[in-house]
């Protein structure tokens, strides 16, 4: 984490602009706290436009254009459970409710997409799912893509369920995202475990 450290502070002496800003780097991991996590969906680096990355991954915060993954996701959870689309892409509500919306890099130079690949935050991200993994039992991984499912074959199948498929970008979605029903079958998994279900149903106006 030093070498980390030490890059993003160089990179911020040379007057470069990183997304999100320092107080929203670690939003993931202060929302939704180890003995809560229930569900993890893996994301791979934050938006790299103003104004869009806060520190979960898929989500934006409200006032900003809903991306197209994004917009892809809800058509799924419309599909899957009937849930009306949200007119905005902040994912927090999910996030206090025990899913943790973890990228695998957590930072990136405005407009320079996966700019911050390669320089520590995987070895950091990678220690985390391997700390669920080992240390609780029942979590929910939601690997969409090739890289989160590369991210995620450390998960020990037979303590939690992993559930794959391609990612939701318009590019992939059609090959298998859509029809996945991620959604539901997470929450019959907590259902048998005795758990809560989230409550996947995004509230308008909420932050």
Known sequence: MHSLRQFLLNEKAKGKQIFPPGDEIFTALNTTGFDNVNV?????????????????????????????????????????????????????????????LLNAVLTVEAERAASHQ?????????????????????????LWGSYAQKKGAIIDRQKHLVLQSPHPSPLSASRGFFGNHHFSTANEYLENQGKAPIDWQLPEGAE
């Not at 320089?119 to 929910?140: C, H, P, R, S, Y």
């Open 40 to 100: 993890v969906i893996l994301g791979q680096d934050p938006y790299h436009g103003a104004g869009q990355a806060h520190g979960l991954c898929f989500s934006v915060k409200h006032g900003v254009e809903i991306p197209p993954s994004l917009v892809n996701i809800y058509k799924e959870l419309e599909s899957d459970l009937g849930l009306i689309q949200p007119t905005h892409g902040c994912l927090t509500y999910w996030a206090e409710q025990g899913v943790l």
């Open 118 to 142: 390669g320089k520590g935050w995987e070895q950091f991200t990678d220690q985390i799912v391997a700390i669920l993994n080992e240390k609780k039992m029942g979590i929910v991984f939601i």
